[in-house]
Every structure is written in structure tokens, then in C-alpha cells.
């Protein structure tokens, strides 16, 4: 295999965001446009930014908007929804948001999409959440129609109408911008992926219930895509998500979330049934320390790069294979801490599955363990060149 041949692995993040409720709303924003500027700088691929309604958390209700303060602040970060809501919204007015932002964009633009991740969102807004997948099916097969089709789209749901309708400018990305669909556990996601031949998005594939489905799921999109005469699908496509926080020893790691590991804990662990599935599994009793309850969850690592690695390499060894990994990101360290972390997550793990490293450890070793020829080298040039200066001075005199 030749350097050509190797895959660049790809990474980014999953940006609910998740601030506790007490915090300034206005500086957590702040903070999340700062920090999407930092992974900018450090060369992170992706992030995407959720769509949130209710729980006080994840505050940020249009992803859109977010994505484009963030794109004037960043050069070369993909920026995506993660994910839009379709069953929240008529599809003319997702398309048509997605393409305005497909341009403000110049291409950077991901269209992440999913049924709605809260029950709560969707009380709030009258819908039955058992409705939702087949809502987001609805809608997404008319938002694909009205980014490809020529002509004007006729079509009638239950909730939504379309009547002559026709975007009034073609995306900047052609045909449109890239999209992912959500896939969790149920095989819904896999599906509907497979079925219009959009890579997927494993929000769950760190839990013991999401990684088990990864090759059933894989398998399920695969079959769906022959079926609807896509072809093979491409691994490299494929993206996982799961915690990460790196420090450079594991103890420090742990003591940096302790910074709001019980706040940020009662959010993520919110789900009974997940919580119980944890005590019940892991052997550990109601109340234990929320880290432990962390280390048990299998949600991610704290600790070390080296850890970090390990962790990416199984689930790798765990699905098969994927193209791009994003760290769930968690407001469980403090500010400079967690940029710390991505930093050194940047610099010593990112290299490893990207093989731009590998070329400059080779030069390093060939340079080390040939010194001593280079210091005989030297030594003979040091010598030639006071030799002709002594041999000119002669000449002189």
C-alpha cells in the first residue's frame, strides 16, 4: 500500500450545545462561536449544531442561524445541522433555508437531519412524537425533489402541502448540499439513509444499545440502498459520535471534568431507563459518583490521547470501519480546559488515524540514527575549509 492509498480519517463535533440552565444564555453563545472558531483553527473537519426547543440546555433553537454567524468567523470548518428537526417545519422552508445557507456558506454547508431528538419539543407543538419518523420521511423525500427536480412539485401529506412549488435558486452545491441522516437504534435511520443513498449519522454508536445495532444497521442500509439502485455505500461516509476529553494524564483529565461532571451528568444520564440499563449492567448502586457512572456507560473516554485512541480504534474494530468521528461535546470542564483539550486532541490523536505524522517520524529516525555519519561529515567539511584557509594564507605570504 502506498501513502496514496491510505484514508484520511475525519473529525468534528456534536454541538447540542449543553449549558446548564443557571449559566448566561447570551456568553454561552459566545462561547460556542468562540469555540467554533478554535476547532477552525486547529483543522477539525466538522461541527455540527443541534435544534433544541425545551429542557433549558440546549438552547440553540435554529442551527441555521448559528451556522451562519459561525461562517464568518471560520475559513474552512464544514459547518451542519445536527440535526434539523423535519417534522417541525414545511419542507419548502427547510429547502429554501438550506440553500440560502448553502451559498452564505460557499459550499461548507451539512444538512444533518433527524425526527426531533425531545418528546418535550414536540408537545410543546401538539405532535404525537411516534408520528415523527414518518413525518421526516414525508419530508425529506419532498426537500430532495425540490432540490433535483426541473419543474414544480405537487404534494399532499397530512401536515404539509405543496402546490406548484419550486425553489427559486439552485444551491451552491450541485445537486444539493450534503446531507446525513440520523440513525440510533431503531432501524428507521438506516433506512430511510439507505433508501435515498444519504450517509448516516450513528448518534448512539458509543452505548452499549447503539453499538450493538451498528452492523445491523450498516447491513440494513446497505440491502436499502441496492434495493433503490444506489450502489455500494462508502464507509468513509459514515460518521460515529462519542465523548472524548483528553488530558496529559488521565488523572488530570478526570479532575478537569469534576470542574461540572455532576451538572453536566444529570443531563446526559437523564433518560431513567438508559440510567438504570447503566446501574443494572456496571453493578454500581443509585447515587454512585456520576464519573463512575461515565466509565460505565461506555458513552466515551476521559483521559489520555493514547486512551482517545484506543477508544476510536475499537469502535472502528466495533462497526466495521467509518470515515469521521465527532466528540459529543460536553460543558463539563472548564472553558480553557476544554479548549486545552481539543487542542491536544488535534496535536497528538487527529495525526495518528491521518497519517500525517508517519513521514516525519521516518525523517527523525533516519536523522538520529545517522548523526554520527553527519557529525564525520562535518568534521571532514570543518576541516577542508580551514585546510584552504591556511593553504590561501600561505600562498599570501
Not at 208 to 213: E, H, I, Q
Not at 242 to 248: E, F, Q, R, T
Not at 277 to 292: M, V
Not at 300 to 317: F, K, L, S, Y
Request: aromatic letters at 8%.
Amino acid at each position: 500500500m502506498t501513502s496514496h492509498d491510505r484514508t484520511r480519517m475525519k473529525f468534528g463535533v456534536f454541538l447540542g450545545p449543553e449549558h446548564k440552565p443557571s449559566n448566561n444564555p447570551t456568553w454561552d453563545l459566545e462561547r460556542d462561536l468562540q469555540f467554533v472558531e478554535h476547532l477552525d483553527k486547529l483543522g477539525f473537519d466538522e461541527a455540527f449544531v443541534g435544534e433544541h426547543h425545551s429542557s433549558g440546555w440546549e438552547i440553540i433553537s435554529s442551527p441555521e442561524l448559528f451556522i451562519a454567524a459561525a461562517a464568518q468567523r471560520t475559513r474552512h470548518i464544514k459547518l451542519g445541522t445536527g440535526v434539523i428537526s423535519l417534522p417541525y417545519h414545511h419542507p419548502l422552508m427547510v429547502a429554501e433555508r438550506m440553500t440560502l445557507l448553502d451559498h452564505l456558506t460557499r459550499g461548507r454547508l451539512i444538512m444533518g437531519v433527524g425526527p426531533g431528538a425531545l418528546p418535550s419539543d414536540a408537545a410543546m407543538m401538539g405532535l404525537e412524537y411516534s408520528s415523527l419518523r414518518e413525518r421526516m420521511e414525508e419530508s425529506l423525500e419532498a426537500i430532495l425533489a425540490l432540490f433535483t427536480s426541473d419543474g414544480c412539485i405537487d404534494r399532499k401529506t397530512e401536515w404539509f402541502e405543496l402546490r406548484q412549488a419550486q425553489l427559486q435558486m439552485l444551491p451552491y452545491t450541485r445537486p444539493h448540499p450534503e446531507l446525513a441522516v440520523t440513525a440510533v437504534i431503531s432501524p428507521a435511520g438506516a433506512m430511510l439513509a439507505g433508501r435515498f443513498g444519504l450517509p448516516m449519522l450513528a448518534l448512539a454508536a458509543a452505548t452499549d444499545a447503539g453499538s450493538r445495532v451498528l452492523a445491523e444497521h450498516w447491513d440494513i442500509y446497505s440491502e436499502q440502498r441496492a434495493l433503490h439502485g444506489h450502489g455500494p455505500g462508502d464507509r468513509r461516509d459514515w460518521r460515529l459520535v462519542s465523548v472524548i476529553h483528553v488530558a496529559p494524564t488521565r488523572e488530570e483529565a478526570e479532575r478537569q471534568v469534576s470542574y461540572a461532571m455532576e451538572d453536566a451528568g444529570r443531563y446526559l444520564f437523564r433518560d431513567a431507563s438508559f440510567l438504570k440499563a447503566i446501574y443494572d449492567s456496571s453493578g454500581l448502586e443509585e447515587g454512585a459518583p456520576i464519573l463512575d457512572v461515565f466509565r460505565a456507560s461506555n458513552l466515551g473516554v476521559v483521559g489520555t490521547p493514547q486512551d482517545a485512541i484506543e477508544h476510536i480504534e475499537r469502535m472502528q474494530e466495533m462497526s466495521g470501519g467509518y470515515g469521521t468521528h465527532l466528540i459529543r461535546v460536553l460543558d463539563w470542564a472548564s472553558p480553557q480546559d476544554t479548549l486545552n483539550s481539543y487542542e491536544l486532541f488535534a496535536r497528538e490523536v487527529v495525526p495518528h488515524f491521518q497519517d500525517s505524522n508517519r513521514r516525519r517520524i521516518e525523517n527523525w529516525n533516519t536523522f538520529h540514527n545517522s548523526e554520527g555519519d553527519f557529525q564525520v561529515a562535518l568534521g571532514a567539511a570543518n576541516a577542508r575549509a580551514r585546510k584552504r584557509y591556511e593553504d590561501t594564507k600561505s600562498n599570501r605570504l
